[in-house]
């Protein structure tokens, strides 16, 4: 069984705002990356239960690149976004305000081939990413 792994962080903007950036693709193709030597040129986002999202994610160079594919289990407007990877593990992303903000705490199943650290800082960076992204709207 996998364990969990959380990341979250404070974004400094009204819950509309930074739910609209977390699903529409137009916004998430700026954001969805851990690193600036990375990008996300391409997403499809059907955001409904059952409904299938992908996110080309690739290195600008081009040495290499991968879809993040998962169905959606659950959505709850403006609080919870919850699916399935394409792998089989679970992930939830939750939305709360916050005094002046919204807290976005995503909870996911850590996979095996990379260590605890490398997924939570990579999932992290890319949250991190979010928030700047998302700051700026």
């Known amino acids: 069984m996998n364990s969990k792994i959380t990341v979250s962080a404070i974004i400094n903007n ?3 705002k930074v739910w609209e950036c977390y699903v529409n693709p137009a916004h998430i193709c700026n954001w969805n ?4 030597d990375w990008q996300c ?4 986002n059907d955001l409904k239960a059952g409904g299938k999202y992908v996110a ?3 290195a600008k160079d081009g040495s290499f690149g991968f879809d993040f594919e998962a169905v959606y289990d659950e ?3 403006n609080k919870m976004i919850a699916y399935t990877i394409a792998d089989g593990r679970k992930a939830e992303v939750i939305f709360e305000s916050v005094d002046g903000g919204t807290l976005v705490t995503i909870n ?4 095996n081939q990379n260590s ?4 939570q800082e990579g999932w992290q960076a890319i949250l991190n990413n979010f928030k700047k992204y998302s700051e700026s709207r």
């Not at 990356?33 to 600036?36: K, L, N, P």
């Not at 996911?108 to 996979?111: I, N, S, T």
Request: proline share 4%.
């Open 14 to 16: 009204n819950i509309d």
């Open 33 to 36: 990356f851990a690193s600036d």
């Open 41 to 44: 040129p391409h997403v499809e």
């Open 56 to 58: 080309r994610m690739e």
């Open 75 to 77: 959505i709850i407007s």
């Open 108 to 111: 996911f199943d850590a996979e």
């Open 116 to 119: 605890r650290e490398l997924q």
